[in-house]
């Protein structure tokens, strides 16, 4: 099959007479003629060129443009429709970081219960975006419509915002991770404050105010060594540039609660792990590692002492999430105007019980059946902190939180998801 630049090629080129025994008269008549034809020819094909070079740019650009208003209608009536509230007393709530660990189990939490709900994720490759991506095809599944976008984008959520009233912003978008910190600090900034700045602006600028619930982390606690960590304990000693962004983040909500009547409540989140969980925490490449016979390193603290985790396992978190929406009041501003004070809590989301790492190492080789090979060494000084243990006596009360899952049965469910997400047969794995 010939292409269409050979199709627009005459197939037969026209041929030149040469008719010598033409009169000069004759002969420079025809030569005339022949050339005023050839040039009037001329002209109409150009025009005719011209104009289907016209119609042709006006053709893509109208049809640009048609598509551009297509999707830009679309993309509303998606918006719309995932922010549909399908239960009586329902929230509809924007989940920034939808497509990462907490975002994605809160996201489905809601929606399954009758909530609207429209998620935010700028797919960062901090870790495998694949795995976010297939997070997102869980969302998908339960019709959350996940927007690819930066919460740094102010023209994005004032868009939103125009679209939908949310009653709630669930804010979990943030650069997470103590020792990346180190590698790349402007990512720490550019998320974890300018983002929240800019999705706090959103906030107040828009009419109704949502609610605010938002995730703070349990390295705001930095260096104290009073057990357990209570919210009312002193949080200027950050241990890394990670935990400095969160307290940081905690001074900012506080300003926005305070001039602007935003409802904020923060949640100073221990150690989450569980089933679809980040690749760059210790249990998870601790997995992958012991699976692949890889060794793996165990850092100790001062004097020897093992390590200690407040372990929190995925739905517990999730209970917390959404009990503090359900319990959170409204704002009180509209417009960037405030009419009165408006709620402010912090609260720990533990489980309470430390494990060393030691010992959640001995629980993965069981639930694996495969020894690990451990490196022991002291810990750097890299930001990481010897211990967290979570008093959550407040969320108790307050929002009936109340962990269930222990570390042990945690990750027996992580273990199975696994193997079952990265296609491992533990028949095959044992040695």
């Known amino acids: 099959m010939r292409g269409l630049e050979e199709e627009f090629i005459p197939s037969t080129p026209g041929k030149f007479k040469d008719k010598t025994y033409y009169s000069g008269n004759r002969q420079f008549h025809r030569c005339f003629a022949s050339t005023s034809t050839m040039f009037l020819w001329a002209l ?13 740019s006006f053709m893509d650009s109208g049809t640009r443009y048609l598509s551009s208003t297509w999707e830009s209608l679309h ?3 998606q918006v719309r429709d995932s922010a549909q509230i399908h239960r009586v007393n329902g929230m509809s ?22 909530d609207g709900v429209v998620g935010i994720d700028n797919f960062n490759n901090y870790y495998d975006p694949s795995l976010k991506k297939a997070r997102k095809n869980l969302l998908n599944l339960q019709n959350v419509y996940l927007i690819e976008g930066d919460i740094n984008d ?17 804010h979990l978008a943030a650069q997470a991770g103590v020792r990346y910190a180190m590698e790349n600090p402007k990512s720490y900034v550019h998320s974890n404050i300018a983002g929240l700045v800019t999705l706090l602006e959103a906030c107040k600028n828009a009419n109704p105010q949502p609610a605010i619930v938002w995730a703070s982390s349990s390295s705001v606690y930095g260096l104290n060594e009073k057990v357990p960590f209570s919210e009312s304990d002193r949080t200027d000693q950050p241990a890394s540039l990670y935990a400095a962004t969160k307290k940081a983040g905690e001074e900012i909500t506080h300003t926005y609660n305070h001039i602007y009547g935003l409802s904020i409540t923060g949640l100073r989140f221990f150690t989450v792990y569980g089933p679809w969980g980040r690749p760059d925490m210790a249990y998870f490449s601790f997995t ?16 020897r002492v093992d390590l200690a985790r407040d372990f929190t396992y995925i739905d517990d978190i ?8 359900d319990t959170a009041g409204k704002s009180t501003g509209s417009g960037g105007k405030k009419r009165g004070p408006a709620m402010f809590r912090i609260f720990n989301l533990g489980n309470t019980s430390p494990v060393t790492v030691p010992m959640m190492v001995a629980m993965l080789e069981k639930h694996l059946k495969v020894k690990a090979k451990k490196h022991v060494l002291d810990m750097p000084g890299n930001g990481d902190v010897p211990f967290t243990h979570a008093n959550i006596s407040l969320a108790q009360k307050e929002l009936g939180y109340k962990p269930t899952t222990n570390l042990q049965t945690g990750l027996g ?18 040695k």
Not at 318 to 325: D, E, N, P
Request: aromatic content about 14%.
């Open 44 to 56: 109409f094909l150009l025009a005719l060129t011209a104009s289907y070079l016209s119609f042709q």
């Open 75 to 77: 993309w509303e009536k």
């Open 93 to 114: 709530v924007l989940v920034t970081g939808a497509a990462g660990f907490v975002g994605s189990h809160v996201s489905i939490a809601l929606k399954k219960r009758g």
């Open 154 to 170: 102010v023209h994005m959520l004032a868009k939103l915002f125009d679209i939908v009233a949310f009653t709630h912003v669930m």
């Open 288 to 303: 992958r590692n012991i699976l692949q016979g890889k060794p793996i390193t165990v850092y100790r603290g001062k004097n």
């Open 318 to 325: 999730v209970k917390g999430c959404v009990g503090s929406l």
């Open 413 to 430: 469910k992580f273990v199975r998801w696994y193997l079952s997400y990265y296609g491992y047969r533990q028949e095959k794995s044992v």
